[in-house]
C-alpha cells in the first residue's frame, strides 16, 4: 500500500508563489504517476498536473500552464508543486494523488489520495 501525506498550503496574495508538497511513504514504484488535483468550494474537483516518475513527463491544465510546475525527488519518494503567479482562482484544496503510471486528468485511475492542504489566495 502506499500512503500520502500533502504538506504545505496556506494563505497568501495574488501574484505571490506557494510550494506544497507530497511524500509517500509504504512502496513507491517508479512507474508511478503522481499527479496533483483540487476542489473549490462548490465545485467538482479538477485536475491541477502530474509527473510520470520514469521519465519526468508531465501533464498540466491550460490554467496553469506556465506558472505551475511539478518536480520529483526520488531518493525522498515526495512530488512538488511550485505556484507562481497565485491567481484567487487557484483557491482550493489541493489533494496528492497516485496512479500505477497513467499520465492523465482522468480522476478515476488514481489509486491513491493524500488528505489534502489548503491554498487560499486573496486578491
Known amino acids: 500500500q502506499v500512503q500520502l501525506v500533502d504538506l504545505g498550503g496556506g494563505l497568501v496574495q495574488a501574484g505571490d508563489s506557494l510550494r506544497v508538497a507530497c511524500v509517500a511513504s509504504?512502496?513507491?514504484?517508479?512507474?508511478?504517476?503522481m499527479g496533483w488535483f483540487r476542489q473549490a468550494p462548490g465545485k467538482e474537483r479538477e485536475f491541477v498536473g502530474a509527473i510520470r516518475w520514469n521519465d519526468g513527463n508531465t501533464l498540466y491544465r491550460d490554467s496553469v500552464k506556465g506558472r505551475f510546475t511539478i518536480s520529483r525527488d526520488s531518493a525522498k519518494n515526495t512530488m512538488s508543486l511550485q505556484m507562481n503567479s497565485l491567481k484567487p482562482e487557484d483557491t482550493a484544496v489541493y489533494y496528492c494523488?497516485?496512479?500505477?503510471?497513467?499520465?492523465?486528468?482522468?480522476?478515476?485511475?488514481?489509486?491513491?489520495w493524500g488528505q489534502g492542504t489548503q491554498v487560499t489566495v486573496s486578491a
Open positions: 509504504g512502496r513507491s514504484f517508479t512507474s508511478y504517476v
Open positions: 494523488a497516485a496512479n500505477r503510471g497513467y499520465l492523465t486528468p482522468s480522476e478515476r485511475l488514481y489509486d491513491y
